[in-house]
C-alpha cells in the first residue's frame, strides 16, 4: 500500500487531511487541518514533513488562512489575506525550499487572477486549482524519478538510506524511497540498510514501516554504524533525498547525511541523491547560502519522552546538513539523470 500522506477534502471550503506521522509506525491516524494556524503547527511539529510533503501542505494551508475572509469580501482583501497566509506558512520551516517555492507559486497565481477583477469565490478556485496542480505534478514527479532511477539499484544490491524520502515526504510514492519501489515492482532483489535518523527517528519510524508494508528487505540500523557496514561490503549505494539543493549541486538533506557522503566516498561507493525539480534553489550558489534550521533541545536531551542527559546541559540541534557536489554521483531528478553535478550540468537537465 502506498500511503495516503495528504489530501484535500471538498471544495474552497474544504480542508486538508493528513497522517499524523509523529504517531507513526504506533498509530495510523488521521489529522484534520481546518485553519492556519494548524496547518503551521502540522509542518513545524512533522504531523506532515519532507521537502515535497510540506510544499504541498503549504498550498492547501493558503486556502484554509483566506476561509476566514466574509465570502463578499472585497478580491484586494482576498490577495492581502493570501500574501500574509504565505508569509506566515513560510516560517514554519526555514530549509526545505518546496515550501516557499509552492508558496510563491499560489502568490504569483494569485496575482495574475486578482488582476482580471475577478470575484473572491473565483479567486480562490483559481488558487485551489494551483494547489491541486502541485500535489498532482508532485505524483508525477515521484514516479518519474523512481523510473530514472531505479536502474542504479542492481540485483542482489544493499542499498542505504538515511531519514524518510518515501511516501510519507511527498504525495505521491516517494523519491528515494519510489526507486525501491520501481525496483521491486520489476522483480529485483535487494537489501535495503536504514539509518533510524537520531533525533527523530524519521528512518526506524518511517522508512522501515513504510519498505516493510511493501514487502521490501530492509533492516534498521544505528547511525553510527553506517562506516563499518561499508567497509564490510554490504553496501552497494547510498540514496536519499534532499531538502535545497543550490545551483552548483551542494544538497542539504536530513543531518547525518553530509558524513554518510565521507563515508561513502572513504569506501568508494556511489552516493545518490534523488529530488524533482522543485527541490532546486537556483539563485543560490551554493550550499553556504542554504539556511539550516535548528530545532528545541528536548530532541536530543530525550528520547522516546525520557531525558537521557543532565539537566541544564547545552545543546546544538541542527536538523539538516549540506553535502558537497563533489561528493554526490549523481542526482535523480524527474527531468533526467544528473551525472557529477555542477552549475553547467543542472542548468542543462532543468532547462533553466
Ligand atoms: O525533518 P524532515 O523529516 O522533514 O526531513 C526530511 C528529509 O530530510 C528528507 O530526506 C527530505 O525532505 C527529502 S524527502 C523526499
Known amino acids: 500500500m502506498i500511503v495516503e500522506t495528504l489530501k484535500w477534502i471538498g471544495g474552497i471550503d474544504g480542508y486538508l487531511e493528513l497522517t499524523d506521522q509523529r504517531q507513526l509506525p504506533g498509530k495510523y491516524v488521521k489529522l484534520e487541518c481546518r485553519d492556519i494556524g494548524g496547518v503551521y503547527d502540522a509542518i513545524k511539529t512533522l504531523a506532515v514533513r519532507g521537502a515535497p510533503a510540506i510544499g504541498v501542505a503549504g498550498a492547501y494551508g493558503v486556502i484554509i488562512g483566506m476561509q476566514k475572509l466574509a465570502p463578499e469580501s472585497a478580491t484586494e482583501q482576498g490577495v492581502k489575506v493570501l500574501i500574509e497566509s504565505c508569509e506566515y506558512l513560510n516560517s514554519?520551516?526555514?530549509?526545505?525550499?518546496?515550501?516557499?517555492?509552492?508558496?510563491?507559486?499560489?502568490?504569483?497565481?494569485?496575482?495574475?487572477?486578482?488582476?482580471?477583477?475577478?470575484?473572491?469565490?473565483?479567486?480562490?478556485?483559481?488558487?485551489?486549482?494551483?494547489?491541486?496542480?502541485?500535489?498532482?505534478?508532485?505524483i508525477e514527479m515521484c514516479r518519474k524519478m523512481g523510473e530514472n532511477g531505479e536502474k542504479f539499484i542492481k540485483d542482489g544490491a544493499g542499498i542505504l538510506t538515511h531519514c524518510n524520502a518515501g511516501a510519507l515526504a511527498t504525495a505521491g510514492q516517494g523519491t528515494a524511497l519510489s526507486l525501491m519501489f520501481e525496483a521491486h515492482k520489476k522483480g529485483k532483489k535487494f537489501k535495503v540498510y536504514a539509518d533510524e535518523t537520531r533525533p527523530l527517528l524519521q528512518g526506524a519510524r518511517l522508512t522501515c514501516w513504510e519498505l516493510q508494508q511493501a514487502g521490501i528487505d530492509v533492516t534498521v540500523i544505528s547511525d553510527n554504524m553506517a562506516g563499518w557496514l561499508m567497509k564490510q561490503g554490504k553496501i552497494d549505494a547510498v540514496i536519499t533525498g534532499a531538502d535545497r539543493i543550490a545551483a552548483n549541486g551542494d544538497a542539504a538533506n536530513k543531518i547525518g547525511t553530509y558524513s554518510l557522503s565521507i563515508l561513502a566516498a572513504e569506501n568508494r561507493i556511489p552516493f545518490y541523491i534523488v529530488a524533482p525539480s522543485s527541490?532546486?534553489?537556483?539563485?543560490?550558489?551554493?550550499?553556504?547560502?542554504?539556511?539550516?534550521?535548528?530545532?528545541?533541545?528536548?530532541?536530543?536531551?530525550?528520547?522516546?519522552?525520557?531525558?537521557?542527559?543532565?539537566?541544564?546541559?547545552?545543546?546544538?540541534?541542527?536538523?539538516?546538513?549540506?553535502?558537497?557536489?563533489?561528493?554526490?554521483?549523481?542526482?535523480?531528478?524527474?527531468?533526467?539523470?544528473?551525472?557529477?553535478?555542477?552549475?553547467?550540468?543542472?542548468?542543462?537537465c532543468l532547462g533553466k
Open 92 to 138: 514554519s520551516r526555514p530549509t526545505a525550499v518546496n515550501l516557499s517555492w509552492a508558496l510563491n507559486r499560489l502568490r504569483e497565481e494569485g496575482e495574475k487572477i486578482a488582476d482580471q477583477k475577478v470575484s473572491l469565490k473565483v479567486l480562490m478556485s483559481g488558487l485551489l486549482s494551483e494547489a491541486d496542480a502541485i500535489y498532482n505534478e508532485d
Open 279 to 348: 527541490t532546486f534553489d537556483l539563485s543560490i550558489k551554493s550550499g553556504e547560502q542554504i539556511p539550516i534550521e535548528e530545532r528545541s533541545p528536548d530532541e536530543v536531551t530525550q528520547f522516546g519522552g525520557i531525558q537521557v542527559a543532565p539537566d541544564g546541559i547545552k545543546v546544538y540541534n541542527p536538523a539538516f546538513d549540506v553535502t558537497s557536489a563533489s561528493n554526490i554521483t549523481a542526482i535523480i531528478t524527474e527531468a533526467g539523470v544528473i551525472e557529477k553535478p555542477n552549475t553547467e550540468n543542472i542548468a542543462k
